[in-house]
């Protein structure tokens, strides 16, 4: 929100710098502009600095690193050249580089947390209506929150099961596709075992209450598939390890052109080439675009009725 706020109100100055501002306005909006960028700098850019920084303690590549120097370097010779009223300055490019890249990574976040949400079949176990047998025989409706083990619950046609049961009834028909993918409706016996999410196709039918919640089959499988983690998935690790071959070229080719600028004594040129060869060349295609679509496919899956328990295999 900051970097979204600083950018918005630089580029106002920025624009009008271009348009041809004279060089009394010019000063004053590039010294607006350079008071915008430090928040930018200090604490919205603050994440990926300090990524920057471990992977540089762990000696490992990260896509933050070709970031964080783009932007320390861009914040760096914009201020140098602000300072001394000579040359261009590139305060709204830096704010609009930081602002993008969380951008993306939040959409990324809420798509990864969209697509490893179980909200719609996890709500079976919440207050949910159930009709429980009293120890009278008789039939009261009850939250199933308000179920125990050992409890025995009676079951209507088309009623989904939500919690393990045992079959008490002499024998009934139930469909268990959310849980083997079986379209075909499975005969059960007495004392028989009925998984979580089975749909009952019987007028009626006794069961016995033997796990719930996450003790259950389906409630196992939930905790599995919250807890996956697509920065496993195959396609993400293979993104990541070319992203690393993809940050040492672009750090390689910044430190010739900076051997170069300081060889031909045109170092602003060497920086300013140098930016432009950090800012472009970032891997983020690998690293953002990549979950993206691992987190959009899972989600389509979901759509479809299908939930992803494990990305690895």
């Known amino acids: 929100g900051i970097a979204a706020a600083a950018m918005s109100n630089i580029m106002i100055y920025a624009v009008s710098n271009y348009a041809g501002a004279t060089s009394g306005y010019s000063q004053l909006f590039d010294t607006i502009s350079f008071a915008f960028c430090l ?11 300090k990524n920057c920084i471990s992977a540089f303690k762990l000696k490992a590549t990260s ?25 261009p300055v590139y305060f709204d490019s830096i704010t609009t580089l930081v602002f993008l890249i969380l951008l993306s990574r939040y959409f990324v976040k809420v ?21 429980k047998v009293s120890a009278d025989n008789s039939v009261t409706q009850v939250y199933s929150r308000e179920i125990g ?15 393990d049961c045992e079959l008490i009834s002499d024998s009934a028909l139930f469909l268990n596709t959310i849980n083997t993918g079986e379209s075909t409706p499975i005969l059960k016996h007495r004392k028989d075992k009925i998984d979580a999410g089975a749909i009952c196709i019987e007028d009626q039918v006794h069961l016995k209450v033997i796990e719930i919640g996450t003790k259950t089959k389906l409630g196992r499988n939930l905790e599995a598939i919250e807890s996956n983690s697509i920065s496993k998935n195959p396609a993400t690790l293979w993104a990541q390890s070319r ?8 750090i390689s080719i910044s430190t010739i052109l ?3 600028g300081a060889y031909t004594g045109q170092m602003q040129l060497a920086f300013e080439t140098i930016l432009a060869v950090l800012s472009v060349g970032c891997p983020c295609a690998f690293a953002i675009a990549t979950p993206i679509v691992v987190a959009t496919r899972i989600n389509k899956l979901k759509s479809l009725g299908s939930y992803v328990k494990n990305e690895s295999s």
């Not at 928040?39 to 600095?49: G, Q, T």
């Not at 083990?149 to 919690?163: H, M, Q, S």
């Not at 992203?243 to 672009?250: D, G, H, M, P």
């Open 39 to 49: 928040p930018v700098i200090f604490y919205s850019a603050k994440p990926i600095f």
């Open 258 to 260: 900076l051997c170069y």
């Open 111 to 131: 798509l990864t947390r969209k697509s490893m949400s179980t909200k719609g079949i996890s709500s079976l176990f919440l207050n949910t209506g159930v009709s």
């Open 243 to 250: 992203s690393k071959y993809f940050t040492i070229v672009i």
């Open 149 to 163: 083990l050992g409890d025995e619950i009676i079951c209507t046609e088309d009623e989904r099961v939500i919690f």
């Open 63 to 87: 896509v933050d690193i070709p970031l964080a120097m783009a932007i320390g370097l861009g914040f760096c010779l914009s201020t140098f050249n602000f300072v001394r009223a000579n040359g």
